[in-house]
């Protein structure tokens, strides 16, 4: 099989189209056809090794969706599914055109939707469902902020959040993004380079949920909660280390938990995936690339200016 990988650490030019050898399916697994993946901001930490210290060659790729080769644990041949565990399948991620996944991990992709659309929801539409629902509890009628609204799990969040009747709150670098916010259901879109954030969500009664992207800005998480909210810690977007006034957070009575990437469960990702077939939700698709393309699509990804998910396609 081909596969996108890297033999050695460094910029996007390590990227390489390399012969790979097939994979072998376990007695669990499940044999699939790479029809499309993502890039994400994990496969530019491991490409450069600051969160990849394992044996290089290394085939990227946290998702991926694609078509079953052989008939095998219900899934029958030609069927078409989704992975958000492409990370952990044989063969290596959805860098690769051919990868073994446990068939416990895969869920059918709905006629009407595309394997591009449904990668792109893909692991961040179960990191963003799992971030509201299974860890912040979102209810309808509440509050909540989503920092990085333009990323993939931002975008999927917010129209999460709105499906679910709450009253968004998102953050912009600039009007174009935020235009395409106000598109995606946001009540609020703060300008977060010429805006006070905290202040500005403050003036309108605070928030109930904070999903936090960004890591750096924990302090004005707190200050924009409402007393007895909530903020989980997704991602680290704007680096590692925050500070924060324990006293606001102390009065406030905030409870701030971890998240990270989450998976939610296969039943939700289903749940998820039937909505973007009844057109409730719309992935963000901000650029598709042939996957030999993968170096250009890892520098436009770290550029920082796009709206939504990067896909990659299998030829």
């Known amino acids: 099989m081909k596969a996108v990988q890297f033999a050695e650490f460094g910029g996007p030019e390590v990227l390489q189209v390399r012969e790979a050898p097939d994979p072998v399916p376990g007695p669990d697994d499940v044999l699939i056809a790479v029809k499309a993946t993502t890039v994400n901001r994990l496969d530019l930490f491991q490409r450069d090794g600051s969160r990849y210290k394992g044996p290089l060659p290394f085939t990227p790729g946290l998702e991926a969706a694609g078509v079953v080769v052989h008939t095998r644990h219900g899934f029958h041949e030609g069927a078409r599914v989704l ?143 409402a007393p007895n909210g909530r903020i989980i810690l997704i991602g680290n977007l704007g680096g590692q280390k925050a500070e924060v006034d324990t006293q606001s957070w102390r009065l406030k009575q905030v409870t701030i938990s971890g998240g990270g990437i989450r998976h939610t469960s296969a039943a939700n990702e289903h749940h998820i995936l039937q909505l973007i077939a009844k057109g409730q939700i719309k992935p963000v698709i901000a650029r598709t690339f042939p996957v030999e393309q993968a170096a250009e699509a890892h520098r436009l990804l770290a550029a920082g200016e796009t709206v939504g998910k990067i896909v990659m396609v299998h030829g």
């Not at 509890?137 to 993939?152: F, M, P, Q, T, Y």
């Not at 598109?183 to 003036?203: F, W």
């Open 83 to 225: 992975t958000t565990r492409a990370a952990a399948a044989k063969g290596g991620g959805g860098y690769a055109s051919l990868i073994a996944a446990p068939a416990a991990d895969l869920v059918r992709i709905p006629d009407g939707v595309s394997f591009e659309q449904a990668v792109a929801a893909g692991l961040a539409s179960s990191t963003a469902w799992a971030t509201l629902f299974d860890l912040g509890h979102l209810k309808a009628g509440e509050r909540v902020l989503i920092w990085s609204g333009s990323s993939g799990v931002g975008s999927l969040a917010i129209q999460f959040a709105k499906h679910a009747g709450a009253w968004v709150a998102t953050t912009a670098s600039n009007e174009t993004k935020a235009a395409k916010m106000r598109e995606l259901g946001a009540d609020m879109v703060i300008n977060h380079r010429t805006q006070d954030v905290g202040k500005a969500l403050q003036e309108v009664g605070g928030v109930d949920l904070v999903f936090e992207l960004v890591g750096t800005t924990l302090g004005t998480s707190i200050e924009a909660c």
